[in-house]
């Protein structure tokens, strides 16, 4: 079993798996706070030389999740955003894109948990914000965001490496795909019910 955690997260750790690992990381379905981030200093730095390339890889990846996001949002609209957002925090939301709109949302791809991303995203949705400018935004955040992770991995290559190699690093890795699949299916569970309650409103409406 430990094998199996340790051969799914290695996945995630090429070019390719990079880019699936942020568009999951940002979209709804999938719960693994600092993956992408983790993800980006080890691949930057067991290749020093494209340490440049991974934040790319990451913020495409990212760009692509937060569409799906954005996407969800409209389809479960505003009245079911209480099911996903704590009702206090989602009055603070709809305040700020109501000030500053759409570029006020998007500041928290900035933001390290405990501040996730994808609430904002998904409000933006449901309230129909801006798209063309919330995405700008939303991704040169990411990419400066991903551009430090990136620069960090660089420098401290040879630390990291060693740390890889720890008995520490794995059980740490099989804990967060635990985790990873806990929250992956009660957030897909939260949006199958969510779904369901707005076509029932839009019904009786």
């Known amino acids: 079993m430990t094998e199996f955690f340790q051969s799914l997260f290695q996945i995630f750790l090429s070019p390719l798996g990079l880019v699936a690992l942020a568009a999951l990381d940002s979209s709804m379905l999938f719960f693994l706070p ?113 551009g430090i992770v990136g620069i960090l991995g660089r420098l401290y290559g040879p630390q990291v490496l060693t740390w890889l190699e720890s008995t520490a690093f794995k059980g740490i890795v099989i804990g967060f795909v635990v985790l990873a699949l806990a929250g992956t299916t009660f957030t897909v569970y939260k949006y199958v019910v969510s779904t369901r309650n707005h076509r029932r409103a839009i019904a009786t409406d």
Not at 102 to 120: D, G, M, R
């Open 34 to 146: 600092m993956a992408v981030e983790a993800a980006v200093v080890i691949l930057s730095a067991r290749h020093p030389y494209l340490f440049w390339a991974f934040p790319l890889l990451a913020t495409a990846g990212s760009m692509i999740g937060a569409s799906i996001t954005f996407w969800m949002g409209q389809k479960i609209g505003e009245k079911s955003l209480e099911h996903w957002i704590p009702t206090r925090k989602l009055e603070t939301l709809r305040c700020r894109i109501k000030d500053k709109g759409a570029i006020a949302l998007a500041v928290p791809a900035l933001l390290p948990p405990p501040f996730p991303l994808t609430p904002f995203v998904l409000t933006c949705g449901a309230l129909e914000v801006n798209r063309n400018r919330f995405f700008l935004t939303l991704g040169s955040l990411r990419l400066l965001r991903f």
